[in-house]
């Protein structure tokens, strides 16, 4: 089969598939330059965003400015999200041709909603996510502060007074557009990319990880070292696991409905 009746063949999902991205860096059409952009694009935008929030609030004479900014997180957040989406979006046609260009939605791969199959997969996972993330926490905790000592970023899980307009938006539209934007940007779009330009699934799998666990030190940040690390590690092992399920499968549906109700379970447990 010529090369140009193979581009033809391969449609949808088929074209996010390592195999197709390790012929489309072979031939120059994927460079270093979109996989590292969007790998720390999550955290240096959250962090700019809440900056600029911040210096909003100082301008408005709030006394914490920093502490204040901090809680509308899941309404500038979707900047992040925006940005991610475009990077995304341009990354991919550009190493595209006419007979092979992956759309957004190839970077989710099959969906398989019949008989509820990615529906109770999600669940499963969920669970599975629900426990590593919540041991971590713990641990890290235990580890760094003890049973009675205060992380400085803890203040981040209290109740926070937002108008009913943000609230709603958090609750309603926030996460539906996060856990896709997120899972596509990592697992989908970073990770098999990273994977072909080095030749190592573990140096890709590392990278990734450090930097999907330490976009979530920026909510709620806090300038201390040992509050980071608390939290750094904390995430850690719910994140290793998610790509690890990536790797092992190439399908991002069920991991997009595993996370959608984490982050519906984060916006609940600071809005009341």
């Known amino acids: 089969m010529s090369p140009v009746r193979e581009a033809v063949a391969v449609t949808g999902p088929q074209l996010n598939s390592l195999a197709r991205i390790q012929v489309r860096v072979a031939s120059g059409r994927i460079g270093w330059t979109g996989p590292l ?19 909003l609030f100082l301008l408005l004479h709030h006394r914490t400015p920093r502490r204040e900014a901090t809680y509308w997180w899941s309404v500038y957040f979707t900047v992040g999200d925006i940005g991610c989406l475009i990077g995304l979006r ?27 199959r990615d529906l109770f997969l999600g669940a499963a996972y969920f669970l599975l996510f629900f426990f590593f993330f919540m041991a971590g926490g713990y641990l890290s905790q235990q580890w760094f502060y003890g049973s009675s000592g205060v992380n400085p970023s803890a203040y981040i899980l209290h109740a926070r007074a937002l108008p009913p307009w943000a609230m709603a ?11 896709p934007t997120e899972e596509m940007t990592y697992q989908a779009f970073v990770l098999p990319r990273l994977q072909a330009l080095t030749g190592r699934t573990w140096v890709a799998f590392a990278a990734v990880a450090f930097w999907w666990t330490a976009q979530h030190c920026v909510l709620g940040f806090v300038p201390d070292a040992r509050s980071l690390t608390c939290r750094f590690l904390g995430f850690l092992p719910g994140c290793m696991m998610s790509i690890a399920l990536y790797l092992r499968t190439r399908r991002l549906m069920p991991l997009i409905l595993a996370h959608w109700p984490m982050d519906i379970a984060a916006v609940l447990m600071t809005a009341f």
Not at 37 to 55: D, E, F, I, S, Y
Not at 90 to 116: A, M, N, V
Not at 169 to 179: F, K
């Open 37 to 55: 952009l969007l790998l720390v694009a999550r955290p240096v935008l959250w962090m700019t965003t809440q900056c600029l929030v911040a210096l």
């Open 90 to 116: 341009y990354f991919t046609r550009q190493e595209g041709t006419r007979q092979e260009r992956t759309r957004l939605r190839d970077l989710i791969g099959p969906i398989h909603l019949r008989h509820g």
């Open 169 to 179: 938006y958090s609750i309603t539209v926030w996460w539906l557009v996060s856990s």
